[in-house]
Nanobody
Framework: QVQLVESGGGLAQPGGSLRLSCVAS????????LGWYRQVPGEQRELVAH???????TYADSVKGRFTISRDNAKVTVYLHMNSLKPEDTAVYYC?????????WGQGTQVTVSS
């Protein structure tokens, strides 16, 4: 059974930092592309950052220079380091693992940025 379990969300002040983690099980982690997405109520889920199996990274324009995605294949974990947080970063953050047409999602972790 495939599982992706996110953690690290919570409340942060504007300008603060958080690190999200997503631990995978049930897949050959190293061959999957991994992504972090976020969703606010009433809006579509959007891609925040992506890292390929070959370590190529891409970012949404809104988070470039502030967020960093990384992966540790030995720990079957993908991370999202979030710095200089803004209130508009408030959302539920999801990790996704995909290979071709196969995709798996985590259950999400809430990030709230507020003073």
């Amino acid at each position: 059974q495939v599982q992706l379990v996110e953690s690290g969300g919570g409340l942060a002040q504007p300008g603060g930092s958080l690190r999200l983690s997503c631990v995978a099980s049930g897949i050959t982690f190293s061959i999957y592309s991994l992504g972090w997405y976020r969703q606010v109520p009433g809006e579509q889920r959007e891609l925040v950052a992506h890292i390929s199996s070959g370590l190529t990274t891409t970012y949404a324009d809104s988070v470039k220079g502030r967020f960093t995605i990384s992966r540790d294949n030995a720990k079957v974990t993908v991370y999202l380091h979030m710095n200089s947080l803004k209130p508009e970063d408030t959302a539920v953050y999801y990790c996704k693992a995909n290979r071709g047409a196969t995709a798996y999602w985590g259950q999400g972790t809430q990030v709230t940025v507020s003073s």
